[in-house]
T-cell receptor
Framework: TQLLEQSPQFLSIQEGENLTVYCNSS?????LQWYRQEPGEGPVLLVT?????EVKKLKRLTFQFGDARKDSSLHITAAQPGDTGLYLC?????????FGAGTILRVKS | NAGVTQTPKFQVLKTGQSMTLQCAQD?????MSWYRQDPGMGLRLIHY???????DQGEVPNGYNVSRSTTEDFPLRLLSAAPSQTSVYFC???????????FGSGTRLTVV
């Protein structure tokens, strides 16, 4: 059983559309991390959310941590082809980083 | 500041051969990890370390060995390569695992 469930698994949208990616668990976490991975590269940390209900913004990306600290979402406004990549959520679990399976996002121009 | 450096970037091995994937970081991070990434399987943890001299197994440790003699280096050894070990391998390091990790750019390994 996966500790983190991400949805959707795959998303293909047109440039300019909005989208939301979800990361859910039945467990409570002290923090949650979001990464983006471009083809041929390693994951890059986008943001870490720590407080229940916290909202963080990174340009067109909005990250939210659920009030109960069991889930998180990533919303992209007016997606651009440069947003294409694999989006991963991860949590610290026993001194190691555990990932969800990821959401592959493809933004077509 | 180079971050996390992995070598080689590409490698082809024959079944049964052994090799070492190198990982070095210059950020004085205590925590280091190795992952493998396969299509449809996400990133799976192989081994990790919380400091020099301390290592532990992750989700998929079989067929791999690690050691951590210094803070900077965390090599991953394949003892007897098998086609099932064909994958992309990533090394990562962190000052605080609750805050986030820095990843290397990966080693693409093919075992024939």
């Amino acid at each position: 059983t996966q500790l983190l469930e991400q949805s959707p698994q795959f998303l293909s949208i047109q440039e300019g559309e909005n989208l939301t990616v979800y990361c859910n668990s039945s467990s409570v976490f002290s923090s949650l991390q979001w990464y983006r991975q471009e083809p041929g590269e390693g994951p890059v940390l986008l943001v870490t959310v720590v407080t229940g209900g916290e909202v963080k913004k990174l340009k067109r990306l909005t990250f939210q941590f659920g009030d109960a600290r069991k889930d998180s979402s990533l919303h992209i406004t007016a997606a651009q082809p440069g947003d294409t990549g694999l989006y991963l959520c991860g949590i610290e679990y026993g001194n190691k980083l555990v990932f969800g399976a990821g959401t592959i996002l493809r933004v077509k121009s | 500041n180079a971050g996390v450096t992995q070598t080689p970037k590409f490698q082809v091995l024959k079944t049964g051969q052994s090799m070492t994937l190198q990982c070095a970081q210059d950020m004085n991070h205590e925590y280091m990890s190795w992952y493998r990434q396969d299509p449809g399987m996400g990133l799976r943890l192989i081994h990790y370390s919380v400091g020099a001299g301390i290592t532990d197994q992750g989700e998929v440790p079989n067929g791999y060995n690690v050691s951590r003699s210094t803070t900077e280096d965390f090599p991953l050894r394949l003892l007897s390569a098998a086609p099932s070990q064909t994958s992309v391998y990533f090394c990562a390091s962190s000052l605080n695992p609750q805050v986030g990790y820095t990843f290397g750019s990966g080693t693409r390994l093919t075992v024939v």
